[in-house]
């Protein structure tokens, strides 16, 4: 809605200018030519009508894509992840920069990326990219159950201090006490959610939650210009594994 009154704005305010200043010319001009440029314009009067229209048009199209290209141009400076991803030539590339960077970020030893997939008839979250030590459980598919499926289906960032106290939570990892889960977005449809677990309680602060939906949001912007689609065979999409870094972590 902001962006159709933005153009309805940019739209109307330049048609009137230019008509008024037509009418402007015409006016001075006839005035001393004895009405000479009507009568010559005859039948093509409509021209004037016309002509305004599409350069109204026009103004209104480059004003309306000018202010997104600088949020974007914004967006970009502001995010210190996006030139190091944008520098990956490949998906398996992409995936694995980002993955060791979530791990960076959030200094813990279990990290998940997961994309939404189609099954024939069915659709689950498919783990393409982690970080997880040999002792702990790895997996390959999620249900849109639980707190990966809460974050995916509403979109809502999930960071759970504790998550003995949460009942959406599914207790697959069982050394995990908190838990951070973000979702991934490509032109405000989400494809895939974030996941971080950590051992100590209350883990994940602000610094950590908004390095990883920086990776998050530069991950939807980046991903389908690598190709990534929802194919039926998982067996196709990239699984990336890579053992955690030797830092301490809990």
Aim: a negative charge; charged letters at 25%.
């Amino acid at each position: 809605m902001t962006k159709v009154l933005h153009f309805c704005k940019l739209f109307f305010g330049s048609y009137i200018t230019i008509i008024a200043g037509i009418w402007g010319f015409l006016e001075a001009y006839t005035y001393f030519k004895d009405n000479q440029l009507k009568e010559l314009l005859g039948p093509y009067w409509f021209v004037l009508y016309g002509v305004p229209v599409l350069i109204a048009l026009g103004v209104a199209v480059i004003g309306l894509r000018k202010p997104q290209k600088r949020e974007r141009l914004r967006e970009d400076v502001e995010n210190p992840y996006a030139e190091l991803l944008r520098e990956c030539k490949s998906l398996d590339d992409l995936l694995r920069v980002a993955i060791r960077e979530i791990e960076e970020a959030t200094r813990t030893d279990y990290n998940q990326i997961l994309l939404s997939v189609t099954d024939r008839h069915t659709g689950h979250l498919l783990v393409v990219a982690d970080i997880i030590p040999p002792h702990k459980q790895r997996y390959r598919i999620a249900t849109f159950e639980g707190l990966l499926g809460h974050s995916f289906t509403t979109g809502e960032v999930l960071n759970v201090p504790n998550v003995r106290n949460e009942s959406r939570y599914f207790a697959a990892v069982p050394e995990t006490n908190s838990e951070l889960v973000v979702p991934i977005r490509s032109d405000e449809i989400i494809i895939g959610v974030i996941n971080s677990e950590s051992e100590e309680l209350a883990h994940f602060g602000k610094e950590i939650s908004e390095q990883v939906k920086q990776i998050a949001a530069e991950l939807g912007e980046l991903l389908p210009a690598f190709g990534w689609s929802a194919i039926p065979t998982a067996s196709e999409h990239p699984s990336v594994h890579l053992s955690p870094k030797t830092f301490d972590v809990k």
